[in-house]
């Protein structure tokens, strides 16, 4: 099983500006996700990073706002540009590897 | 598109009761099913899975039976405890791991002693 290392945990940010959300996984992975989790909702898939192409999107999501690295095979970080109190969520990342392993989450407040 | 319906919260019961959450999905194909549990202030964790047709996933007392005929992996237990107090999400997979999860709005459970 894949363990998970998200950085940082909490945040809480003021609106306009960028938070970069860092990943790192303990085995090489080919696929990761990045999830965001509003209050009170479920968690809605952001985009797969795959390790040596760009990022693919869900519909509602877009570069500009999120972007990702990822530069190598246990390594990917998330972007949240320009935020608004909106953007108020837990962001998680993940690893499919026969199931899905999730980091801890980042829980970002924007004020 | 793929979807999960999954019983609004939140449920309270008292300790020692017995639970069901259903949960019902539309997808393509024959999907992976999945029950992850959030206890408070933590991250996901998967509690259980299914990845075929009559399967059953079960862990910690709880079980889900995969039922291809009625779209369903309803979860249960059959007494559930204080400390099973969390929220609980249904979750497919019909990408064969290639996409994401597809997950249910999440059921939030409160056991009261």
């Known amino acids: 099983s894949a363990v998970i290392s998200q950085k940082p945990s909490r945040d809480i940010c003021q609106r306009g500006t960028s938070l970069t959300i860092q990943c790192q996984v303990d085995?090489?992975?080919?696929?990761m996700f990045w999830y965001r989790q509003q209050p009170g909702q479920s968690l809605t898939l952001i985009a797969t990073?795959?390790?040596?192409?760009?990022?693919?999107?869900e519909s509602g999501f877009v570069i500009d706002k999120f972007p990702i690295s990822r530069p190598n095979l246990t390594f990917s970080t998330l972007t949240v540009s320009n935020m608004s109190p909106e953007d108020s969520s837990i962001y998680l990342c993940?690893?499919?590897?026969?199931?899905?392993?999730f980091g801890q989450g980042t829980r970002l407040t924007v004020v | 598109g793929d979807s999960v319906t999954q019983m609004e919260g939140p449920v309270t019961l008292s300790e020692e009761a017995f639970l069901t959450i259903n949960c019902t999905y539309t997808?393509?194909?024959?999907?992976?099913l999945f029950w992850y549990v959030q206890y408070p202030g933590e991250g996901l964790q998967l509690l259980l899975k299914?990845?075929?047709?009559?399967d059953k996933g079960s862990n910690k007392g709880f079980e889900a039976t995969y039922r291809k005929e009625t779209t369903s992996f309803h979860l249960e237990k059959g007494s559930v405890q204080v400390s099973d107090s969390a929220v609980y999400f249904c979750?497919?997979?019909?990408?064969?791991?290639?996409?994401?999860?597809?997950f249910g709005k999440g059921t939030h459970l409160i056991i009261q002693p």
């Open positions: 993940s690893v499919p590897d026969r199931e899905a392993f």
């Open positions: 085995s090489q992975v080919t696929m």
């Open positions: 990073a795959n390790q040596g192409s760009e990022a693919t999107y």
């Open positions: 997808a393509t194909g024959y999907p992976s």
């Open positions: 299914a990845t075929k047709a009559d």
């Open positions: 979750a497919l997979n019909s990408g064969g791991g290639a996409d994401g999860l597809t």
